[in-house]
């Protein structure tokens, strides 16, 4: 199976800051990869498909980019409501889909 | 909108079986395949099972192989999972999520538009 590994598994910034999140893959994937906000007691929600498409209704401050085996989130100017957990996903091992570990955006 | 809303969890004895269900709104379910995704408690998220628009193919994590059965009935706009030979680490919340049907360039986008609220399943003795 392939093997997500996201850094770091927590992190804590400030409403305007601009944070990058990392997922690596344990072999190539091409651009197979999805980024999930997960806030406590809610289910996931998609941010972004096939490693930089934004999902429809998601604002335009989340981005993504990378391809091969490094990826990154990036939110460029933090909001309170983007205080959450965050999970890479790959889907190139289909339909073996696996999910990095998560990171934990906290405010500081 | 899209709604997906989970039920049949609970408390169930370890070797114990359990039918979870997860009715669809708000869209042409019969077009979509559907997945389970389930996340023990305080953990990730783990992929659990998908099954086809039509309920043709169906593919399931190695963790849940031969024990977990999905299926769908597509004229109640119904998801389910059968979970037998339960385990103490099956235990989590059980989430049903619709693919998306994205393709580009032929290949397909296998993520999750949209997730239910989650059904917590507990197996302790």
């Known amino acids: 199976a392939i093997r997500m590994t996201q850094s770091p598994s927590s992190l804590s910034a400030s409403t305007g800051d601009r944070v990058t999140i990392t997922c690596r893959a344990s072999?190539?994937?091409?651009?197979?990869l999805a980024w999930y906000q997960q806030k406590p007691g809610k289910a996931p929600k998609l941010l972004i498909y096939?490693?930089?498409t934004l999902q429809s209704g998601v604002p335009s401050r989340f981005s993504g980019s990378g391809s091969g085996t490094d990826f990154t989130l990036t939110i460029s100017c933090l909001q309170s409501e983007d205080f959450a957990t965050y999970y890479c996903?790959?889907?190139?091992?289909?339909?073996?889909?696996?999910f990095g570990q998560g990171t934990r955006l906290e405010i500081k | 909108q899209v709604q997906l809303v989970e039920s049949g969890g609970g408390v169930v004895q370890p070797g114990g079986s359990l039918r979870l269900s997860c009715a669809a709104s708000?869209?042409?379910?019969?077009?979509?395949?559907m997945h389970w995704v389930r996340q023990a408690p305080g953990k990730g998220l783990e992929w659990v099972a998908f099954?086809?628009?039509?309920?043709?193919?169906?593919y399931y994590a190695d963790s849940v192989k031969g024990r977990f059965t999905i299926s769908r009935d597509n004229s109640k706009n119904t998801l389910y999972l059968q979970m037998n030979s339960l385990r103490a680490e099956d235990t989590a919340v059980y989430y049903c999520?619709?693919?998306?049907?994205?393709?580009?360039?032929?290949?397909?986008?296998?993520?999750?538009?949209?997730w239910g609220q989650g059904t917590l399943v507990t197996v302790s003795s």
């Open positions: 072999q190539g994937i091409s651009s197979y």
């Open positions: 096939a490693a930089s």
């Open positions: 999520a619709k693919d998306p049907r994205i393709t580009i360039f032929g290949v397909v986008i296998m993520v999750f538009d949209y």
């Open positions: 996903q790959q889907y190139y091992s289909y339909p073996g889909i696996t």
């Open positions: 099954i086809r628009y039509d309920g043709s193919n169906k």
């Open positions: 708000g869209f042409t379910f019969s077009s979509y395949g």
